[in-house]
């Protein structure tokens, strides 16, 4: 979750600095372009409770209880946990959080299928009475990163006291808004449906990972391949899962950014084998100089940025041109021309390429986040070691980022004496000097681009419009609007696993977010604004609702 700090705080920054054409939207088809809408607002018939879960202070009381509680438990999650089945005392805590939601949310746990997949994986099925229509699927995941015990002192409260301060109406600890907030706004929704004597004509499924934070191998993997195995490939309708929400551009005009689309991964490792001895006789080059030059060569070419009108940013920045009074008319001409022109395109990748904030969403980002060399200063390091992680822009690939780290591992072995091997494949001979060893441990191509048209784009984002322009604000706040628009975010959720049961996959919580709050996700001082949370409770109570009476087309 950690991924939506930089999106947000770009997100507002592109209102103040970019933007680009709208898309029309057409009625008849289904399209992936970058889209930003002021869509029809979509009125539910069942809005029992609706009123109760915006404005009733009772159940703000007990729902910052609910997710109170389940922010004590520390469900904390390492780089690299053990298999479950091998090692169930390492996940105790998520057996305290089983039992947790279980007294806390009873009708659910009466009315709903519950499955435990792989051990401590929850997937809880909400059975609807048309079997034909594709279930909605809502994740999350119930594990968290652990705190730095250097940052104890810089929290306000402490970071597992689920602690409520009225003042900034703001709920802190971890996983408070990452991404404990989401599950619990998932299961107050249904649970008030059920309380609302509501039925579902759609299946609706609940599905909590466990180990997220380590890229999800044990928990979301396992849940995605039980799922295709119960509705088969491209089963689902529809899949929302953790990321932004509404962004205020200002001038009372919000922007709900809807991630639909993310970048790929890849991570290289690299082994520089060398002469050891004593430092006293030592070559030219250590193994850490090799490495040292390599990472040089890397870091002083970086990834060119890789633009075009097709990334889903286009749609976020295309709100900001269009209707943010904040931006300079020469930048509002450049992005709105970069439709039909392919110069003014590519000056708006540069110009998106070479601002800070903004970079990482058009490139292929790369990063040297690992080393290790050598034992003793007086002994000659005969291994050297390090890790560039890679995060793949929109319309690049894993391979043209490998052919990329060839080219400089290449350079580096010639300018050495040294041999080459890649992935066990010999490049250059080993020779007396040494070789460079580079594996590629782990990939993901960029994710495929969620639909931004079509019956199941209408339904998210008349459902956004309604709740906020009508639910929430309502006629006393006539002049504050809402558009809709497509995104991009620059990491991996464990969305990258359910790949294969659906084709329309949304990261987006249903609530107004800021840059403030997304700045403490990993940090001190995480914390979610109630009001806030409550907004997400009530979008996925109405989603639900809407995709019953409005969506019974899509099968």
Known sequence: MAIFKQLSTTLAFSALALSAAIYPREDDTISTKPACVKADALVPSFQKSIDTILFDADYKNASIERLSG????????????????????????????????????????????????????LLYTWTGSDASLKPMLFTAHQDVVPVNNDTIDDWSFPSFSGHYDNKTDSLYGRGSFDVKNLMIAHMEAVEKLLEDGYQTDRTVLLAYGFDEEAGGSWGAKYIANH???????????????????????????????????????LDAEVTINGVGGHSSSPPAHTTIGVAASMITSLEDNPPFFSFNIENPLYGF?????????????????????????????????????????????????????????????????????????????????????????????????????????????????????????????ASLEPSPVSPSSGPTWDLLT??????????????????????????????????????????????????????????????????????????????????????????????
Not at 87 to 100: A, G, K, Q, R, V
Not at 248 to 253: D, E, Q, S, V
Request: charge should be negative; charged fraction near 15%.
């Open 317 to 441: 920045i295309t709100c900001a041109a269009e209707y943010s009074t904040l931006l300079p008319m020469s930048m509002k001409k450049v992005v709105l021309g970069a439709s039909t022109n392919k110069t003014l395109e590519n000056l708006l990748g540069l110009t998106l390429f070479t601002t800070e904030l903004t970079k990482n969403y058009v490139t292929t980002t790369q990063a040297v986040d690992l080393i290790d060399g050598g034992l003793k200063a007086n002994a000659l390091p005969e291994t050297t070691e390090f890790t560039t992680n890679y995060r793949i822009a929109y319309g690049s690939s894993v391979a043209n980022t490998k052919k990329r780290f060839l080219k400089y591992a290449n350079l580096t072995a010639a300018s050495f004496g040294y041999g080459l091997i890649v992935d066990n494949k010999q490049i250059i001979n080993t020779t007396s000097l040494g070789y460079i060893n580079v594996s590629y441990v």
């Open 70 to 121: 389940a922010v004590q438990i520390p469900t904390l999650m390492d780089d690299d946990p053990p298999n479950p089945e091998e090692d169930p005392d390492y996940y105790s805590e998520f057996i305290t959080l089983h039992n947790y939601l279980n007294e806390t949310f009873p009708l659910i746990h009466k009315n709903l299928k519950l499955e435990f997949i792989n051990t401590f994986g």
């Open 227 to 265: 799922l295709e195995k119960e509705y088969g490939q491209g089963g689902i309708m529809v899949m929302f899962d953790e990321g932004p929400g509404l962004v205020k551009l200002g001038n009372n005009t919000y922007v709900a950014a809807i991630p639909n689309a993310e970048k790929g991964y």
């Open 462 to 555: 008349g459902t956004i419009q309604n709740l906020f322009v009508n639910d929430l604000w309502g006629p006393q706040n006539l002049d504050n609007n809402v558009y809709s628009a497509s995104a991009i975010v620059t990491t991996n959720t464990d969305s990258r696993h359910y790949w294969n049961v659906t084709d329309t996959i949304y990261r987006f919580i249903g609530a107004v977010t800021s840059p403030t709050i997304l700045e403490t996700i990993h940090s001190a001082d995480e914390h979610v604004i109630m009001d806030n949370h409550l907004q997400s409770v009530a979008f996925f109570y109405e989603f639900i609702v809407n995709t019953n009476e409005h969506g019974q087309e899509i099968k």
